[in-house]
């Protein structure tokens, strides 16, 4: 009856929230009677005629595209590299410290860099996005693989488990929390670096639209852009991360 | 049913941070028979778990040889571990059919299931099981790959006397249709004299057998409580060293 009602009253908070937000903004922007601050329906209305003109899902494809390229390549390599380095303990003192460099890289030079090695073209672009967020995911692999439960991986072994059936049934599972954190903060991270990355070397995509917006001092398409943007994500979110958490932790009491 | 002959020159542990070198296992001999089920007595510590782990073909440092049968190149160890070690995110069945190299046939492992008392549990997850039950599949893991050799590492350890009971006499019953070479590790002198054909006690520091006494109560009577003590006392009485080893 109780996990009744708080499932009922979860959805009800949440629809509450956005309700709010969009009052407070009403009436900021009612107050403030500036260019600077749209109100929430021109945004809407913007957002809505760069829908019908095509022009929003265009760009928001494209940046789309580039994101999905560079998350799947970063998230692969990341994981098998995180896995190697927590595995093998030479091998991870030996990379350590060129993790650390790139930790600590800023974006913005790998970005300039990149375009100035390989010119302003598309595999510079996805490039400079990889090398970003890729290791982060290394570092957050290598400590999850660090941890992974030596007992079930010794069981493993004595029933002589194949490499493809220890990691599909003891390891993947372990991994899979870290995996899906390392996912998340990768979706928040690579969208902000791709902006960017567009808006110093291509002719198309979010950034390059923001960066547009930005000289006209056009604040209501800068903001119907990212309430686009976030929602995509959001979408993203709700539809197949949280179903690929559930799923995965069925087994739990 | 399957010869296993134990045979360790050295067993060392290379000194670490501030724990110097020592020599865990050294001349120790073994020879188990078929379908013999063999139990190790010692004290804590002296160990037993690192022989079972190097007879598992889990740890590979040390020195001599271990023969499991003659015919086969890499034998099939069933291994009970003291912590049951199921995947939590399989089902119990789950758990039993990925040991499995081929696809099992169900009425087999319906019948495991059956002599254990887990048909009812067999599509639950691990974390639903009391510790009594998951011991229970660890055992039929075991037996379902129908091993060379069984290894039990103090499978009864921390379970209240009554349920301790019954999984041991629901080993037994398994045991009797499947009689495979079982190595067993035990502290307890009364439950290594309710199941083992032979006790071998062990020393420590090198860990090192020190006598090996065969079990002179018929299989049928070993469920007698009494006579189990009444031979437990004789051993006492016979062997006073026994004592400093359990």
């Not at chain 2, 001349?27 to 078929?34: C, E, G, Q, T």
């Not at chain 2, 399989?90 to 758990?95: A, F, L, S, W, Y």
Request: contains cysteine.
């Amino acid at each position: 009856m109780q996990k009744t009602l708080t499932s009922k009253l979860i959805p009800g908070a949440a629809s509450l929230s956005v309700l709010v937000f969009l009052g407070l903004w009403q009436i900021l922007a009612m107050v403030l009677h500036s260019s600077n601050l749209p109100l929430p329906e021109s945004v809407a209305l913007v957002f809505w005629q760069a829908c019908v003109s095509g022009e929003l899902p265009y760009h928001l494809g494209v940046t789309l595209l580039r994101l999905v390229v560079s998350f799947v390549i970063a998230m692969s390599l990341g994981c098998a590299i995180g896995i190697l380095l927590g595995q093998h303990k030479k091998l991870d003192a030996f990379f350590d410290n060129w993790l650390v460099i790139f930790l600590n890289v800023p974006a913005l030079v790998t970005i300039i860099l990149c375009y100035v090695w390989f010119g302003l073209v598309e595999s510079a672009a996805i490039l400079a996005v990889v090398i970003n967020k890729l290791p982060n995911v290394v570092v957050t692999v290598r400590e999850g693989t660090r941890t992974l439960d030596q007992d079930l991986l010794e069981m493993a072994r004595c029933y002589r488990f194949s490499k493809r059936k220890t990691f599909v049934h003891v390891i993947w599972p372990q991994l899979h929390a870290i995996v899906m954190a390392a996912t998340r903060s990768g979706l928040a991270l690579i969208w902000k670096i791709i902006l960017v990355v567009e808006l110093l070397g291509r002719s198309n995509g979010m950034g390059y639209q923001l960066h547009l917006f930005f000289q006209m001092f056009d604040v209501a398409s800068i903001l119907a852009y990212t309430i686009a943007f976030v929602s995509v994500i959001q979408l993203f979110e709700v539809l197949v991360l949280k179903p690929l958490d559930k799923k995965s932790q069925r087994w739990r009491r | 049913m399957t010869t296993v002959d134990i045979n360790i020159d050295s067993k060392t542990y290379p000194a670490k941070s501030r724990a110097s070198e020592h020599q865990a296992i050294a001349d120790f001999k073994l020879s188990l028979n078929p379908g013999e089920f063999v139990c190790l007595v010692g004290p804590s510590g002296c160990g037993k778990t690192t022989l079972l782990n190097i007879i598992a073909g889990l740890d590979n440092d040390y020195q001599g040889r271990i023969s499991v049968g003659q015919q086969h190149a890499s034998p099939k160890i069933g291994y009970v571990f003291q912590n049951p070690r199921l995947l939590p995110w399989r089902t119990v069945r789950e758990n039993i059919e990925l040991v499995l190299t081929e696809a099992a046939d169900p009425s087999y492992l319906d019948a495991l299931f059956d002599v254990m008392q887990l048909t009812h549990a067999q599509h639950a997850y691990p974390e639903r099981l009391s510790l009594g039950m998951s011991r229970r599949v660890a055992i039929i893991r075991a037996f379902a790959i129908n091993p060379d050799v069984l290894l039990m590492d103090e499978p009864f350890v921390s379970l209240d006397a009554p349920t301790a009971r019954q999984v041991r006499e629901l080993l037994m019953t398994l045991w009797r249709q499947r009689p495979h070479t079982v190595l067993f590790v035990t502290h307890d002198l009364r439950e290594a004299i309710a199941l083992d054909d032979r006790l071998v006690f062990l020393s420590s520091a090198p860990m090192q057998v020190v006598s090996q006494i065969d079990v002179t109560i018929a299989r049928n009577e070993r469920e007698d409580e009494v006579k189990v003590e009444a031979f437990r006392q004789r051993l006492l009485n016979d062997y006073p060293a026994i004592k400093t080893l359990l």
